[in-house]
């Protein structure tokens, strides 16, 4: 398909930009048009994929396989194992590319961006389905990756023609003063698994809709969805060479990326350790490097849930357990700690513990299952691990097990009366596992809930204004939500991003996010 040039014209008179609806698992024609798309994506499982530099498929002289968390037996799909040299060649293309990507028309990356939410729309079904099979995503959190991916790519091309137009600057009597934005040039992008399509497609289309390049290095749990978009952004128009895709481990592809020297900047999402390590070699300058590398980190968090004895405590219940078990608890935002006001902490364990019971842990492509495997055994076994380390800690209510022999299933798992200092009140765990904490006041609760090196998202139930107020300002996290989960952040209304060690603040899918990806350039002109 050739690249769109859509006019300038056309594109200005975009509607307002509106957030993707999900699909109504509760219709059986919703549930039967998702079962025939996994029939489809199941029929392609096994194939080999190649890594895409330019305009060719290269092919490394190992592979590694990706398998189902479900049914480790299964194979999804084989993928190249690069090494330093190309990731070298990956790079070299990109820079090569960037020449001409850069002086492209912000209309027509729009134009293409837009076109690959449309492609998107249409194989959403698809999509969410090989979630299912490489990641465990159950079918709502999937139909929710591939909905968040969908609003990436059309709130970041509203957004890259707001950029590319006139900027408010002052004008000085005798002068034409403009302010513009360029991009940057090459841009790794290095995203997690556990938001396979949404945060790697988030990243990735925020780059190259910006005018820069990307080499894309997905990790090796799910580099069949991330293969499978890039071949998406082909169908839409993009050029060769604009996203080169490269798969292998990180200590070796993605180490040499992020030392390479024409690398004008990496994005990364993932663990603190990994995205530390990222920051300093990137940070140490390179043979023939002409810029200073700029950093993209967004990395872990201990979220907490602070209950006052004021709030809807039905609502709380509810908001605490979906947080906590939502895909197994990998995700980034989820709540691993419910701080509970202690005159409410019994008859909320007692709810609580009766709601989670409910849930049921099984194949993520079973529409009877809430909740998946975890993502590998590696995972589970450090889960199972923290699991042990809490049970000396506190009182183990429910869960703690694995389930099965032949997935990565563990129960959700709650462990309560725990010391707000204890290691699993501290340490990231990244599983259903919930630590829950007993405050005295709700300011007690707040000091809690600070307590910790992270400071991503957090959430607050309390139908006490004054309270409520006091958490705005005092709760010191990224992403603070009122009465309602601390997962779930939306494009365009909840721009994501944390503090302290939960990353540099990036604010994804928020109005300055592009920003980022570019640099300005200030130009007067005496007339």
């Known amino acids: 398909m050739p690249a769109i040039e859509a006019p300038a014209s056309e594109l200005t008179r975009l509607s307002e930009f509106h957030n993707e609806p999900y699909a109504d698992f509760s219709r059986p024609q919703v549930r039967e ?13 096994g194939r080999e994929y190649a890594c895409r530099i330019g305009h060719e498929d290269r092919h490394a002289s190992k592979t590694f396989a990706s398998l189902n968390p479900s049914n480790p037996q299964e194979v999804i799909a084989r993928h190249q194992e690069a ?9 070299a293309a990109a820079a ?20 690959a939410a449309e492609l998107l729309r249409q194989r959403k079904a698809e999509f969410a389905a090989l979630m299912a099979l490489e990641t465990g995503k159950t079918w709502p959190e999937g139909e929710a990756d591939a909905s968040e991916a969908i609003d990436f790519c059309e709130y970041y091309a509203r957004l890259a023609l707001k950029l590319a137009g006139p900027q408010p600057v002052t004008q000085l009597a005798g002068e034409r003063d403009e302010l513009m934005y360029l991009p940057l040039g090459v841009v790794v992008v290095i995203p997690p698994w556990n938001f396979p399509l949404a945060i790697m497609a988030g990243m990735t289309t925020a780059a190259w809709v910006a005018g820069n390049t990307v080499v894309l290095k997905p990790s090796s749990d799910s580099a069949t969805i991330a293969a499978e978009f890039v071949a998406l952004l082909r169908e839409a128009g993009l050029p060769d060479g604009v996203v ?19 690398v004008a900047m990496i994005a990364f999402t993932g663990s603190k350790g990994a995205g530390l390590d990222i920051q300093q070699r990137a940070a140490a300058p390179r043979a023939g490097q002409q810029v200073v590398k700029r950093v993209i980190l967004e990395l872990g968090g201990k979220d907490a849930i602070l209950v006052d004895e004021e709030a809807d405590f039905e609502a709380a219940v ?14 980034c935002s989820a709540c691993s700690r419910a701080i509970v006001h202690e005159k409410i902490y019994d008859r ?39 699991i042990d380390i809490g049970k000396k800690e506190g009182r183990l209510l429910l869960g703690g097990k694995r389930l099965g022999e032949s997935g990565y299933f563990i129960e959700p798992t709650i462990i309560a009366d725990i010391a707000p200092r204890a290691r699993i009140a501290q340490e990231e765990i990244f599983g259903p596992v919930l630590a829950v904490i007993s405050c005295r006041s709700f300011e007690h609760g707040l000091e809690i809930a ?16 004054e309270k409520i107020e006091r958490a705005k300002r005092e709760f010191h996290v990224g992403n603070l939500y009122i009465n309602r989960k601390c997962t779930g952040a939306m494009v365009g209304a909840h721009p994501f ?20 990806f570019t640099q300005a350039k200030s130009v007067a002109e005496k007339v």
């Not at 990353?503 to 994804?508: D, E, V």
């Open 348 to 386: 909320f364990l007692e709810a609580l513990v009766a709601r989670a019971g409910r849930i049921r842990t099984g194949a993520a492509e079973d529409f009877s299952h809430t909740m998946g495997p975890v993502i590998n055994e590696r995972a589970m076994k450090g889960i199972l691990g923290y």
């Open 318 to 331: 509810e908001g605490v357990a979906v947080s906590a078990f939502g895909y197994q608890g990998q995700k």
């Open 244 to 262: 080169n895709l490269i798969t292998g481990g990180g200590t070796v592809a993605g180490r040499a990326l992020v030392e390479d020297p024409r």
């Open 83 to 91: 090494g330093p040299e190309l990731a070298a060649e990956a790079v």
């Open 33 to 45: 048009h998702y079962q025939e798309a996994l029939a489809r994506v199941r029929s392609r499982l």
């Open 450 to 465: 600070n307590d910790t090196e992270y400071g991503l998202t957090g959430a607050v139930y309390s139908r006490n204004r």
């Open 96 to 115: 090569k590319m960037f020449e001409c990507w850069r002086l492209s028309a912000a209309e027509k990356r729009a134009g293409i961006l837009l076109r």
């Open 497 to 516: 991003g944390g503090f302290k060690m939960s990353g540099t603040n990036s604010k994804a899918g928020g109005p300055d996010y592009l920003l980022l």
